[in-house]
């Protein structure tokens, strides 16, 4: 069965310091890769989306991820966060099969102190 | 244009009564998808319908639940005789196709 893995529960960073979250996912086929942020108060918002092609993908916000198909990874990188990134960042799979549902990994809390 | 809509946002109800929950996707989006997420944890799928269809309802936990999508847009999601577990954040969320999901704000389910 499908499933995602985010190793990174909560992280506490400073002002300026470089973010790198880590998603790993289990499935043998061709899959889609997203990643979701939800910032307090607000909804689930889609950051940033691989399907196919270039590998390194870039996001709102000045947020990146990398596709390492040999690994099964996809970790979301910024390098300098801000106090407003603070938020619940969620990695995402979906098979390029179908058009069905994600799965999701449990989240990682970002706090950003000022 | 308008996100997602999901109603109502909050929802206190008494063990044992059925609930309905709405989802009105983005307009024209052909995908819907329901997920419901627990505390401290990411959204797990339900359902999802394209147009009227249910596609794939693989995600629900028992007979208790059940998703309907008549005329390919609003969508309403039944839980009969709640228990005390479903409760839960419900997402809603619509797409085109294989594309990117968009979600609504979701409802807050709490079964007393």
């Known amino acids: 069965a499908q499933s995602v893995s985010q190793h990174n529960h909560h992280v506490i960073l400073s002002e300026a310091a470089s973010l790198e979250l880590g998603c790993n996912y289990s499935?043998?086929?061709?899959?889609?890769l997203f990643w979701y942020v939800q910032y307090p108060g607000q909804h689930l918002q889609l950051l940033l989306k691989?399907?196919?092609?270039?590998?390194l993908v870039k996001g709102i916000k000045g947020f990146e991820a990398e596709f390492i198909k040999s690994k099964f990874s996809f970790n979301l990188r910024k390098p300098s966060v801000q106090w407003s990134d603070t938020a619940e960042y969620f990695c995402?799979?979906?098979?390029?099969?179908?058009?069905?549902?994600?799965?999701f990994g449990q989240g990682t809390t970002l706090q950003v102190k000022p | 244009g308008a996100g997602v809509s999901q109603s109502p946002r909050y929802k206190v109800t008494k063990r044992g009564q059925d609930v309905a929950l709405r989802c009105d996707p983005i307009?024209?989006?052909?995908?819907l998808y329901w997920y419901r997420q627990a505390l401290g944890q990411g959204p797990e799928f339900l359902t999802y319908?394209?147009?009227?269809?249910?596609?794939?309802k693989s995600g629900l936990p028992n007979d208790r639940f059940s998703a309907e999508r008549p005329e390919g847009s609003i969508s309403t999601l039944t839980i009969q005789r709640t228990e005390q577990r479903d409760s839960a954040m419900y997402r809603c969320?619509?797409?085109?196709?294989?594309?990117?999901?968009?979600f609504g704000p979701g409802t807050r389910l709490t079964v007393t």
């Open positions: 969320a619509s797409g085109q196709g294989a594309r990117e999901q968009y």
């Open positions: 499935y043998g086929g061709t899959v889609n």
């Open positions: 691989y399907f196919s092609g270039d590998p």
């Open positions: 995402a799979v979906k098979s390029s099969s179908n058009t069905g549902k994600l799965i």
């Open positions: 307009s024209g989006h052909v995908s």
């Open positions: 319908f394209n147009y009227e269809a249910q596609q794939d």
